[in-house]
């Protein structure tokens, strides 16, 4: 249904729609529309970024990472300490109020961090906590982590999963009590959630204005969750939403042509990639050939495709990771669209007739289609399954998958660790297997030299660009569309910071 | 007659079995609910963990039985994703469902009836015609395509009704008429068949040759008897209306429990969609029985 709906029903309202914007600056009020819901306000059991999105308005985390500079700075940590290896010290703010006014300290941060990374607690993500070996109060104002093994992404992690929760509130209420009324001492303070259709929040006057967040501009955030994005495209344009996110490609176009709102394209931590499985794990024998990989490189003209169906702003990528990630080298080998390359490279390896090979996908279905049809022309016959993400994923874990295109979305962490690292790991769904890869990426991720990093990682990148073990793709964009009295700056960890909105 | 029903009742439960145990399996072949639940970067050891948390890696048949205790005294599990109860989650979302099914049903018995009488007064008229016509359309536009262009008409350019949500009584009436247009057809349709065959027989003519007014003949003689079979096509309509109201109510942004349906399905939410499942086919269950019920009261021939 959702093609045909998107297809007739943008043309529909672009076509039949007046421009009456009547946004809610008048009531200082902005209406923010989201296609998901809010699954958990107790934001450690949700794996949704929509959890994320509300936590990083209602909490804040110890630190944050400065998108202007690149820089790490202080939250409600004034500042932090890599004391060694395996030890963060973070010194805390003074006078930071909660929002039912309990006053923040060491034990907040220590119950935070113990509680959620202990496995007993079961929170959605583990892999965001289990790096922690336990927290420690110094003083009133100082904490000690300790880390389990060596891991310089550890901040990444401190800023994006390990928002500060109120000891005391926490422990009186309860997971239930805490997701009905959460309680933080971000910018926002909760008003209301009415569970899987929205939450409202108001600015919270007590906020720490000397932190890098600064107090909320806009006094009420409404959020609701309408699924159908054209019933989102009908409520912007009668004014009943302000900002809706993750807008398709051909809808935010149209609205941009039309005019009356701000669209903005902001670059995402997401990419694209072809996962082929070169160790042969799935019994398929042809990309165990280094030569059939190259073919398949060869046979995609990722430009065309970038061109015909994502935004101008998509970047084409030559490594398995996003530019922004910190690691991400691109100057690696790289493969021309070339089709009678790729022949001739296939009859090299004794596949002159070319060969069949199950090709799964669940996204972006004209961009696969428009894959199976170049491999096709060389000599590839795909045969081309859609799934849901969910059942791709089973198909991943019991080795049946011996080539897809999949997406990446990395958490929105700024690392290759958090990509290229889960990939080629050794385990059981790595599609490589190869040793040397898997130490050169390990030594990156558990190094925390900088510079030790980057050139593990660069080592890395070049080997599987060399090996063509899978085909890197390109970077995936999200359309913001605003009302265009609303003033905002999209980020490319999709993090939508609601206490950065302003009336212009 | 107690006989009768005590029979339909008692097919009715073992539908109502039926239907949990190849809801439950067909729900687990497709796909791994723990994978769903880890989400995007999750590792084999985290999925494992996940499943043996929730208890999906014990035999289907276990699981089943262990469902089905609790959900024969009510409990029918707690949301992996919303972390509160189902019951609650459901009956709070049921609400929204129920009104609009109620509201559905009842747009479309006023549009239909009228609608169907008025065409059997005049067979191949224009207004025979006209009714016609509305009724295919019905029958052909999809909803998500009536849906929006009513929103664009009324809450865009006419700016009188909201596009979504819930909020006011005024956040009903385009989603019922959406619902309910899609059951008038039929009904329009049975109630002028049911007309145009009573209007011919013998006793119409002669209430007619007795000289009884025309609109008396219509209503008191005519449309009793014609309205039976409609009241028990409105009541199963209804049944319908209630478990397939899911494209209705994410267009118009309304979470009732077919929006929750939908929801739970592409989150591989299982103990929400196993509870939905069976409480939609208790409807339709219901209502089927009561449509039985009711024919059966109404005609005794049934009885036998």
New interface residues.
């Given amino acids: ?1 959702s093609t ?2 998107r297809i ?2 943008s043309a ?2 672009v076509a ?3 421009l ?1 914007a009547m946004a809610g600056k008048s009531d200082d009020t902005v209406r923010i529309a989201l296609s998901k ?1 809010l ?2 306000a ?1 934001i450690y ?4 970024r929509e959890s994320t999105v509300f936590g990083y308005s209602v909490f804040d985390a110890l630190v944050e990472r400065d998108l202007k500079t690149g820089e790490w700075v202080g939250n409600l940590a004034e500042s932090y300490e890599w004391v060694d290896d395996l030890t963060l010290e973070f010194k805390l703010r003074q006078g930071v109020k909660f929002h039912n006014g309990e006053d923040f300290d060491a034990d907040d941060v220590v119950f935070t961090f113990n509680h959620f990374s202990d ?1 007993a607690t ?1 929170v ?4 965001t906590v289990n790096w922690i070996g336990s927290a420690e109060k110094i003083d009133q104002y100082t904490v000690r982590v300790h880390l389990k093994a060596p891991f310089p992404a550890a901040l990444d992690y401190v800023e994006s999963a390990l928002q500060i929760y109120p000891d005391q509130y926490y422990q009186e209420v309860g ?2 009590g805490f ?1 009905q009324k959460p309680v933080g001492t971000g910018p926002y303070a909760v008003a209301s959630i009415d ?3 929205g939450y409202t929040l108001k600015a919270f006057d007590g906020y720490h204005e000397a932190g890098p967040r600064g107090k909320a501009h806009i006094g009420t955030v409404e959020v ?5 994005v ?2 989102q495209i ?2 912007l ?2 004014g ?1 939403v302000d900002f809706m996110w993750q807008v398709p490609e051909d809808q935010a176009q149209r609205i941009a042509q039309r005019g009356g709102y701000t669209v903005t394209q902001a670059p995402t931590v997401r990419f694209g990639y072809l996962s082929l499985d070169a160790a042969g794990r799935t019994g398929t024998k042809p990309f165990t050939d280094i030569r059939v990989r190259q073919a398949v490189n060869h046979a995609i003209d990722r430009v065309a495709i970038r061109d015909a169906f994502f935004a101008p702003t998509s970047e084409i990528i030559n490594s398995i990771c996003n530019p922004v990630q910190f690691g991400c080298e691109q100057d690696v080998t790289t493969y021309d669209y070339d089709p009678e390359k790729a022949k001739a490279l296939l009859a090299e390896a004794g596949y002159s007739d070319g060969f069949s090979v199950d090709f799964y996908a669940y996204r972006d279905r004209q961009a696969a289609e428009a894959m199976a049809q170049m491999l096709e022309e060389v000599g590839i016959r795909t045969n081309l399954t859609f799934l ?4 791709l ?2 198909k991943v ?1 019991k080795d049946e998958i011996p080539m897809s295109f999949m997406t ?4 929105s962490i700024a690392d290759v660790s ?1 990509s290229t690292s ?1 990939f080629f790991d050794g ?3 790595d599609d490589v297997r190869n040793p040397e890869l898997t130490a050169l990426l390990r030594t990156g991720d558990t190094t925390t030299d900088p510079e030790v990093r980057k050139e593990n990682y660069s080592k890395a990148l070049k080997l599987i660009a060399d090996e063509a073990y899978w085909v890197p793709l390109w970077t995936y964009t999200s359309n913001y569309v605003m009302a265009s009295d609303l003033d905002f700056e999209p980020t490319p960890d999709e993090f939508v910071r609601f206490f950065d909105m302003s009336w212009k | 007659m107690l006989r009768y029903l005590l029979g339909r009742l008692g097919m009715a439960a073992l539908v109502a079995l039926t239907v949990s145990v190849i809801s439950f399996g067909l729900i687990y072949m497709a796909g791994d609910p723990a994978v769903a639940l880890a989400g995007e970067n999750a590792t084999p050891e985290i999925i494992a963990q996940i499943r043996a948390q929730h208890g999906y890696d014990r035999p289907i048949a276990v699981q089943y039985l262990d469902w089905l205790a609790h959900a024969l005294r009510g409990d029918f599990g707690v949301s992996p994703y919303f972390k509160i109860e189902v019951a609650t989650l459901i009956a709070d979302r049921l609400r929204i469902t129920m009104t609009l099914g109620v509201l559905g049903i009842s747009f479309a018995l006023l549009v239909g009836v009228p609608m169907g009488v008025l065409a059997a007064m005049r067979p191949n008229s224009m207004i025979d015609r006209a009714a016609l016509f509305i009724a295919v359309v019905g029958q052909a536009i999809p909803s998500f395509w009536f849906g929006l262009i009513l929103i664009v008409l009324f809450a865009v350019n006419l700016g009188w009704l909201p596009a979504s949500g819930a909020d006011s009584w005024k956040g009903f009436v385009l989603p019922t008429i959406v619902l309910g247009y899609y059951a008038t057809p039929a009904i329009m349709r049975l109630t002028r068949t049911g007309m145009i065959e009573v209007l011919g027989s013998d006793y119409i003519r002669t209430a007619r040759a007795k000289g009884v007014p025309p609109r008396k003949i219509l209503f008191k003689h005519a449309l009793r008897n014609a309205v039976i079979p409609v009241v028990s096509l409105a009541a199963v309509q209804m049944g319908f209306m209630l478990g397939g109201s899911i494209v209705t109510e994410s267009v118009f942004a309304l979470h009732g429990a077919g929006y929750l349906a939908w929801q739970s399905i592409s989150r591989n939410d299982l103990p929400t969609m196993q509870a939905l499942i069976l409480i939609f086919s208790l409807f339709y269950i219901i209502f089927t029985f009561l449509a039985d019920a009711l024919n059966a009261w109404l005609d005794p021939r049934l009885r036998d």
């Fill in positions: 249904m045909m709906s007739l029903g529909a309202l039949m729609l007046p009456t819901d699954d958990s107790d059991f949700s794996s949704a496995p079961g959605a993500m583990p892999n997971p239930q997701a569970p899987g259709r609701r969750s309408i699924p159908d054209n019933t009908a409520d344009f009668s009943a849901q993400y969910s059942a994923a089973e874990l990446w979305g990395s958490g958090a889960k385990s059981a769904i």
